[in-house]
């Protein structure tokens, strides 16, 4: 079973509160997140495809009590102290290693999962991935670590190029050891990297003017789930200025952006549903292993490359698990 599901991977009144007996019954999910449900509705919805894999049904047979941060992480252990005190018999912990953390720290009996986690060991998640032991386990779908790997692809496609931008949450400041690989791959390639970090969505028009005025030739997304949720305006912001860009995920691509590389989000989630309805049965958070992708993928829009005048060399072609024509 944990063979098959590693290779497949990749607000309202109390949940308790009823005057049947039946309903009482009924288990409760606690869903905290960092962004909000209007920009992260297919990854929800990926979620509960995983909880139909296990036989559960949201509003049938389980209960889902969301609580969304959009973007504001300063209330995440407020939110996650809600869900605690909801008696909730899963904790999901979405979007990024911040609501992992808050939810960690406000209960170490109800069982959690984290859709995403970098360094799940080193952070003090779990004590290993292959057993976490305690009452956490989840997802690592390397999405930041992937930024290096990204940055070499924009490199392929733009050859010519000699100073990227990169756009980062703030917070990520922080990581100095993602900086690092990153500053020694752009050195690898022959590149310097403008990084630009924001905080919030109204950062971002500013952060373009930055990027446009340094005369930087593209542009990296980094991995974050602040960036997730404003796909689409990022991705608008990148074609009037004309960046070619990479992103973390396929749904940059849909929505318009030149190149997607990383492991399915969705399938990230969607096995975080898997996990919960494991939970649910009754399976241990301890025994289960922290599931890690095995597969990426990469996407290329043809239409958006021809409307910045960009011809992909048939080598990335080639290499590219999605083009979008």
Avoid: C
Wanted: charged share 20%; aromatic share 8%.
């Amino acid at each position: 079973m944990r063979r098959r599901e590693f290779l497949a991977f990749f607000t309202g009144a109390p949940a308790w509160a009823s005057t049947s007996r039946a309903q009482s019954l009924v288990p409760v999910i606690g869903f905290l997140s960092s962004a909000s449900l209007e920009r992260f509705a297919h990854l929800v919805d990926a979620f509960r495809d995983g909880l139909h894999q296990l036989g559960f049904r949201e509003g049938q047979n389980v209960n889902i009590e969301y609580r969304w941060a959009n973007d504001d992480i300063a209330r995440l252990p407020e939110l996650a102290t809600e869900l605690v005190d909801r008696q909730v018999s899963v904790l999901v912990a979405s979007g990024g290693i911040p609501p992992a953390l808050a939810a960690k720290a406000t209960t170490s009996t109800i069982p959690i999962v984290f859709t995403a986690a970098n360094d799940p060991v080193g952070m003090g998640l779990v004590g290993s991935l292959g057993r976490p032991g305690g009452n956490v386990t989840g997802i690592n779908p390397f999405s930041a670590s992937l930024d290096p790997k990204r940055l070499e692809l924009l490199k392929a496609l733009v050859p010519e190029a000699t100073a990227f931008g990169v756009v980062a949450n703030k917070p990520k400041q922080d990581a100095v050891n993602y900086w690092l690989e990153l500053e020694d791959t752009a050195r690898a390639l022959g590149i310097g990297i403008v990084n630009v970090p924001v905080s919030a969505e109204p950062d971002f028009d500013a952060a373009f003017d930055s990027l446009v005025a340094t005369r930087v030739s593209a542009l990296l997304v980094a991995a974050d789930p602040l960036f997730t949720g404003h796909r689409r305006r990022l991705v608008r912001l990148a074609e009037q200025h004309r960046l070619p860009a990479i992103y973390q995920d396929r749904v940059f691509a849909v929505s318009g952006g030149l190149m997607a590389y990383g492991a399915s989000l969705a399938g990230a989630y969607r096995q975080a549903g898997i996990y919960a309805g494991r939970i649910l049965r009754g399976v241990s958070p301890a025994d289960l292993p922290v599931l890690q992708p095995t597969n990426f993928e990469l996407v290329l829009n043809v239409k958006t490359a021809n409307t910045l005048g960009l011809a992909i060399p048939p080598t990335l072609l080639a290499r590219a698990d999605e083009v979008i024509e």
